[in-house]
């Protein structure tokens, strides 16, 4: 997609051929910096902190963390290494053991001195099929926009609720849940986003609202605790999320508040859809609410906001009382019955082992 009208990745290699370029999401929207990432411990770091976010882009981030470890060391141990650092950054996003899986996969039955241009070309694979996978997500939700389109009075814009940030810049391109709404835009339907802000950290108000308007795609960013008012009122005709993973019987993990926009568009019968490449199915569980790690943020991000100040200067105030505890699990599940259907690159099924199986049957088979 396009910042200032050049086309832009979220991750690529950098002029001297080896280190990983990324952009610095913790500065978006005020400010658009990239970060120069060297090494393993600096993509951890990267991970960790939030300067790449987004479950396909952790993955692919990761893949590449691995390519710069082995680069330097590509001995068994250095292997190991490296895939424990990058494992252990954040828990919940099954994409990144996805990647480490396949890295460990490709480079363990090679020589040692064969590891470091075959990692490289396995993370510029898996940021490929990310673009392809993502692109096709797009197309197979595309027809969910234009049906709902075409029952409404001409020229009135389909309005579709989204929670946290899929965009592209939770991805390598195009986004998740944001890709079919790019490509309805794109293709002259009318549409309107209602961006949560997704607090504590403004994925929505920051990316979501940055991206969308990048785009041109007309957008409006709401409290997180506006969704289901504005379903009563008729005022939402879709949402659509993405997920950071999904078990083989189609519960899905996603941003915190993600739950409570799903109960609320079952309450008012709105459709309820989540977007989703293949590698953030966990096909190894199949009960989200036992077996999910639900990763736990450190309490400042919700003490504390960022944000531009009057002086230019982008700064942290405090907005909770001194000495009050806050608790931060990033991440809820919605269970399966409340999802209308999952998107995903090879079409949109029900939420349900027998759904997911129907379209991947490969891997149901494999899981079961
Ligand atoms: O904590 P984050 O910002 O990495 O979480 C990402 C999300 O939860 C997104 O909403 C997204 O759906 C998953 S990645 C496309």
Redesign the pocket.
Known sequence: MKINGQHYRTIWLAQDGWRVVVIDQTRLPFRFETVALGSAEQAAGAIRS?VV????L?GATAAYGVALAVRVDASDAALAAALDLLGAT?PT?VNLHWALSRMRRVLSGLPVEMRAEAAYAEAAAICDEDVALCHAIGEYGLPLIREIAARKPAGQPVNILT????GWI??VDW???LAPIYMAHDAGIPVHVWVDETRP?N?GAALTAYELGGHGVPHTVIVDNAGGHLMQHGQVDMVI????RTTANGDVA??IG?YLKALAAHDNGVPFYVALPSP?IDWSIRDGLRDIPI?ERAAREVTHLSGLAEDGEVRSVRVVAPGSAAANP??DVTPARLVTGLITERGVCAASATGLATLFPDMANKAA
């Open positions: 939030m976010r987004g479950a396909p952790i954040r996003a929670h946290c940030n899929a939770a991805t986004g998740t849940a950290r994925q999320v993405g997920t950071d996603n941003k993600t953030t990763e990033a991440f």
